[in-house]
């Protein structure tokens, strides 16, 4: 696969208004939404799912890492655990959600919401939701052992 950028990234679901519960940094963050969304390359098969914390500024947008705060990392991968979740029973809608009901959830955090909501405002989205749902399907095995290891050392942490 070709190196992937921020402008390959497709959002498919997003949280927006990220920056009201963007940890310290919240009501003045740079950070405007999370997304998970799918890189194309190719073939359905070749779809890899990704993420990207979208800010303020353009030049994020260029090939050079970017540092995340720890409580981003996390509200990524809270975004990521509800993403999943939905997607064990999106087959039941014929777009794999529900266009009446594109917000799937609202998460508490430091007395706002981290909305969780399909992006809309993607053109493509029926297909893409297609995509995004086959590139969860290609890399179940390597996502569940990670989430199985991140429960494991969450419950030796204690929680």
């Known amino acids: 696969m070709n190196k992937m950028t921020a402008s390959n990234h497709k959002p498919i679901i997003i949280s927006e208004n990220y920056d009201m519960v963007d940890g310290r940094l919240a009501r003045s963050a740079d950070a405007q939404s999370l997304s998970l969304g799918v890189v194309q390359e190719g073939s359905l098969r070749s779809a890899m799912v990704t993420a990207k914390v979208s800010t303020n500024t353009e030049e994020n ?3 050079q ?3 995340l705060p ?3 990392v996390l509200d990524l991968s809270i975004l990521i655990c509800r993403t999943l979740t939905h997607f064990r029973d999106a087959y039941r809608y014929e777009h794999f ?3 009446e009901k594109p917000v799937l959830d609202r998460i508490g955090l430091q007395g706002a919401a981290l ?3 399909v992006c809309t405002d993607n053109e493509n989205i029926h297909e893409d939701m297609k ?3 086959q590139a969860l399907i290609n890399d179940d095995e390597l ?3 990670r989430l199985r290891t991140l429960s ?3 419950e030796e942490m204690g929680y």
Do not use: K
Request: proline share 4%; charged share 25%; glycine share 4%.
């Open 65 to 67: 890492s970017q540092v």
């Open 61 to 63: 947008e260029s090939t």
């Open 97 to 99: 959600y529900d266009p």
């Open 70 to 72: 720890l409580h981003r």
């Open 152 to 154: 494991r050392l969450l």
């Open 115 to 117: 909305n969780v909501a």
């Open 143 to 145: 996502i569940g052992e």
């Open 131 to 133: 995509r995004f749902s």
